[in-house]
């Protein structure tokens, strides 16, 4: 039996607006647009930093060595790829720095689980290609194209503390909900 609970009695105003089903049915809240730009924001600077550790590291051992030309471009292309990787094998369970610091987590958009297996990519696509698509979708808009992609989303973040108040009142209301994780 679903008993769902009044989201306005539970979170406000302002938040029950930003509740949204998973695909199987449960409720979660969405993390709001300034929680996000501001988890995205601390990725970015994290994997930014992690490139400059890598540029030094690879412009010390330049020094000792002198790799060539070749072999520095092809180094460089793996740090851009490799650094966002590495980062996003911490963000197995939807959180790392940034959404530590803006009490949001990434998650399934199916059923609200772990991004697992999945998550060095989610990471990649977070960080480098994110802003690439946005560069895009600007253009396209300009030139009188669609302003937004073709596609469905994945995967989605979440305000943990309005997630687990509103799973709590739900679960009291006798709705059996809460996070598959």
Excluded: C
């Amino acid at each position: 039996m679903n008993r769902h609970v009044d989201p306005v009695s539970v979170l406000g105003v302002q938040v029950a607006k930003r509740v949204e089903p998973f695909g199987d049915g449960r409720r979660y809240v969405a993390a709001g647009e300034w929680m996000r730009l501001l988890a995205w924001l601390v990725d970015f600077v994290v994997v930014v930093f992690g490139l400059g550790i890598g540029i030094v590291a690879l412009a010390l051992v330049d020094l000792q060595m002198d790799l060539g030309n070749g072999v520095l471009a092809l180094a460089l292309l793996g740090l851009v790829f490799g650094v966002p990787l590495v980062y996003g094998l911490f963000y197995g369970n939807g959180r790392v720095l940034g959404a530590v610091l803006t009490g949001t987590q990434l998650v399934r958009l199916k059923d609200g689980g772990r991004l697992g297996f999945w998550a060095p990519w989610a990471m990649l696509v977070r960080i480098l290609l994110l802003p690439l698509l946005i560069i895009g979708v600007l253009v396209g808009s300009f030139g009188g194209g669609g302003g937004s992609p073709p596609g469905s989303f994945v995967r989605v973040s979440l305000d943990v503390d309005a997630s687990h108040r509103l799973w709590a009142a739900e679960s009291a209301a006798g709705n059996a909900t809460g996070p598959s994780w």
